[in-house]
């Protein structure tokens, strides 16, 4: 993009220099005191035909500045189409970042959702031994609830992630 932009600047200052060059020559005013369009007009013919060769440069800077012009324009669309992909590339690697980060807590809440559920399993394990013991002392039920204990775990099929809750 750099590149780019020295050469859209070189583009300018040559653009410049041929319209002060271009100035600098019809600076002999072809127009006399008679202001009119037609005189204007006439004027203009009359010094290309006494000096054709001033009108063939003046016709070649002008062919220049309208090329260079031309070349200026494909450069800024040039440099425009670079910036959009420049903050595309930007974006994209802020979401491959992200993706990072969202991938590490993913994992970590499976780690923790497997953790959990073999603590459940546990308990649930210490209360079907403890439930008739407790039933014969206290007459109620130690522990309710195990048919609906669920945990999360997300899961992915590579582009979309799903958080879904495993009953344990």
């Known amino acids: 993009m750099e590149q780019i932009q020295s050469e859209i600047a070189a583009l300018k200052s040559q653009i410049q220099v041929l319209q002060q060059e271009r100035a600098a020559l019809t600076i ?3 127009i006399s005191g008679d202001n009119s369009p037609s005189a204007i007009v006439e004027a203009y013919r009359r010094q290309a ?3 054709p060769q001033l009108s063939a440069e003046l016709k070649g800077i002008d062919d220049a500045i309208a090329a260079l012009a ?3 324009q494909y450069k800024h669309t040039e440099l425009a189409r670079l910036q959009v992909e420049s903050k ?3 974006i994209q690697q802020q979401l491959e970042e992200a993706k990072k980060v969202a991938q590490v807590h993913a994992e970590r809440i499976n780690e923790l959702a497997g953790e959990l559920a073999s ?3 546990l308990l649930k394990a210490s209360a079907d031994y403890l439930s008739p013991l407790y039933w ?3 007459y109620k039920p130690f522990i309710t609830g195990f048919k609906t204990i669920s945990v999360p775990y997300v899961r992915s099929d590579g582009d979309v992630w799903t ?3 495993r009953i344990v």
């Open 28 to 30: 002999n005013n072809v």
């Open 49 to 51: 035909r006494e000096n």
């Open 70 to 72: 031309a070349q200026l």
């Open 88 to 90: 595309q590339l930007t």
């Open 119 to 121: 603590e459940i399993r």
């Open 136 to 138: 014969q002392v206290y």
């Open 163 to 165: 958080i879904v809750n």
